[in-house]
């Protein structure tokens, strides 16, 4: 017996990034637009979903829900008549921190992708891991609450760099919690310079509008893109 | 946390260069950027390589800086701290040099001796 060296050379990702490459071909062909959508847990998302998922006058929007356990999420939006497929990546306790390719891949066959647009994909609430995953995606969309605090850029660098658009979510309790909006900003800045940044409250619905907007744009940007 | 995906993504990358050969030494080159603790994947790899071609194989990381490039002014630095703002410039156009690797560089493998028969 005797020990061989073999030059590998090979990003450990690349299966992932293989497999995400064939659901975005699906996703093309079918014309509709992903959006990768990620946060901390309770930061928002799915009620920043509710808010906007009946209002995209001429885009029909589907939702993809990653949850470790239980379909509480995929309920409430399923209760206002959008198509809603549930992925859950726990197998009794505990479970994947994160949508991976393959298991959005395992997802299409389920997904109604000629009568939708767009496919909202609802990640698992976690900051680290759904930045490393990519999953056949147009664009990454990330949530940062104020009440997470300022310092979470500089703590999650590559979740903020990973994303396209960067919501800032709960500025209705900015009075009650210790955290100056315009650190955070800056922060934001420094972790992804220029990056585009929409300042809102979910619960109060201000700047929902800016996001609703966004939204319809790259649902018709990505989507002229894919025609033919 | 995420390490144990990573270790996952590792091993499967490396069993399928292995070709079935035990595996006895795993050479990964980790950038910095990638908010990898090494000890925590070194846990991670342990675990997960049971009842693989990697089990007990020893995970040799190379840490690779983060180094940044301006494509506005091409000025080029090493970052401590993840500030993406060009500091000469102050531009945003600002790519990663190096330190975003997550490769398998290489293995080393047990080759049993081949005797052809007679």
Known sequence: MHRTKVRVVEEALDAN????????????????????FMSAPGAGKTTLLERVVTALPGVR???????????????????????????????????????????????????????????IVENVGNLVCPAEFRIGEDVRVMVSAVTEGVDKPLKYPLMYRACELIIVNKIDLLPHVDVDL??????????????????????????????????????????????? | MHELSLSSAIVN???????????????LRVGRLRQVIPDTLEFYFAFVARDS??????????VIPARLRCRGCDHEWAIEIPAFRCPACAGSDVVIASGDEFEVESIEVEEVAC????
Not at chain 1, 22 to 31: I, L, Q, S, T, Y
Not at chain 1, 73 to 85: E, F, K, Q, Y
Request: aromatic share 4%.
């Open chain 1, 182 to 228: 315009h650190h955070l900003l800056y922060n934001i800045d420094q972790v992804h310079p220029d990056v585009e940044r929409i300042v809102l409250s979910a619960r109060t619905g201000e700047g929902v509008e800016a996001w609703r907007e966004w939204l319809g744009r790259i649902a018709h940007r990505e989507g002229a893109m894919t025609v033919g």
């Open chain 2, 115 to 118: 005797i052809a028969p007679r």
């Open chain 2, 53 to 62: 071609v990697c089990e007990g194989a020893r995970l040799v990381q190379e």
């Open chain 1, 61 to 119: 929007v589907g939702v993809l829900e990653g949850d470790v356990q239980g379909s509480m999420d995929a309920d409430r939006l399923a209760s206002l008549h959008v198509p809603v497929t549930q992925i859950n990546t726990g197998s009794g306790f505990g479970g994947e921190c994160h949508l991976d390719a393959n298991m959005v891949r395992s997802a299409i066959p389920s997904l109604p992708l000629h009568d939708i647009d767009l496919l």
């Open chain 1, 17 to 36: 990034n293989t497999i995400a490459a064939a659901n975005r071909e699906d996703f093309d062909r079918a014309g509709v637009t992903v959006v990768n």
């Open chain 2, 13 to 27: 990358t490396v069993a399928k260069h292995a070709d079935g050969r035990r595996v006895t030494v795993v050479n």
